[in-house]
């Protein structure tokens, strides 16, 4: 799984994984870093991110192709009925783990400082954080001021951080159940005079811009680098 953007030379066999890593013949760094997060090797999965960044890896590859890559395998076992909770949650660990790493990098990697306050929850009823911090993180990289207010977030929160100066309310949803939450939100705004007065924008693996456009959010975001693109754009800093 060597990606043709990142140089056969950064990317090879390793010669030494972390001990009692789950390896193969010719697996390279990020597809060790897929299997080990399959098989929720918290420790495992932090080092070879740290192996991987001592390769040359960007931190963007090592997410991308390794740790969300591997999630995304796991999101299709768990759907399959393969694997079931406590893997999912032990793999949820072991991303964790490997953003820990990356995190001080995707922060630093942000370059130009743009302003802008943006408040950021995972809607009521669900506790899906890790697309959420994701979010978070890259949009803090990309100087925005992020509020993280968690998960299973009340709508009066949302309306809170509204009142409080927020000027993109973000709200994330991974459940079917849970989206409609984003409606109230949306309504709670109204009620409270202030959906003119700031932006909201929702993401989450079962969200599209349909859904966007049904509640009347402002904008949608497919993944953590198109937010920060449409946070850029809702607050004319593009
Ligand atoms: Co759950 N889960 N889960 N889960 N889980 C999903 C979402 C599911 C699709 C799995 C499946 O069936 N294939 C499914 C939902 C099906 C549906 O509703 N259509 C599901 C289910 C059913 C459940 C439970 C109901 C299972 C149960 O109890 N029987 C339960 C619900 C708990 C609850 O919330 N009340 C549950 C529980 C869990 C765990 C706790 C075990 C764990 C979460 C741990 C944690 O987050 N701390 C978990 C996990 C890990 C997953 C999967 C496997 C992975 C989610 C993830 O972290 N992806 C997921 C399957 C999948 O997504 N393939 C699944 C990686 C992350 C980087 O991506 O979150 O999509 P994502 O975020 C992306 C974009 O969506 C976007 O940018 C991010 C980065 O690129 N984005 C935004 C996200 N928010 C954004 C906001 C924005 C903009 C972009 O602007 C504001």
């Not at 929720?40 to 192709?65: F, Y």
């Not at 393969?82 to 991303?95: G, K, R, W």
């Not at 995972?122 to 959420?132: F, L, M, N, P, R």
């Not at 409270?192 to 599209?208: P, S």
């Amino acid at each position: 799984m060597v990606s043709p953007s990142i140089p056969p030379s950064r990317v090879g066999t390793i010669a030494v994984f972390p001990e009692g890593t789950k390896e193969g013949e010719g697996m390279d760094t990020l597809e060790a870093i897929v299997e080990n997060l399959k098989e929720g090797q918290v420790s495992k999965v932090r080092e070879l991110t740290q192996v991987a960044l001592g390769e040359g890896v960007s931190a963007g590859d090592i997410l991308d192709k390794g740790l969300i890559g591997g999630m995304t395998v796991v999101g299709k076992l768990f759907k399959e009925n393969e694997i079931f909770l406590p893997e999912v949650m032990l793999a949820a660990q072991a991303m964790d783990a490997g953003m820990q790493v990356l995190e001080p990098l995707l922060l630093k990697s942000g370059g130009q400082r743009v302003k802008g306050k943006i408040a950021l929850g995972t809607v009521a009823g669900d506790v899906h954080s890790i697309g959420k911090n994701l979010v978070m993180v890259v949009l803090r990289g990309s100087g925005f001021e992020v509020t993280d207010l968690g998960v299973n977030t009340p709508p009066q929160k949302f309306v809170d951080a509204a009142r409080n100066g927020a000027q993109i309310i973000g709200m994330s949803a991974l459940l079917t159940t849970t989206m409609q939450n984003m409606k109230i939100v949306m309504e709670a705004l109204e009620e409270a005079g202030l959906k003119e007065r700031v932006k909201t924008m929702i993401g989450g693996c079962i969200v599209t811009q349909e859904y966007a456009d049904f509640i009347g959010a402002d904008g949608y975001a497919p993944d953590a680098g198109s937010a920060i693109d449409k946070a850029k754009e809702l607050l004319d800093l593009t």
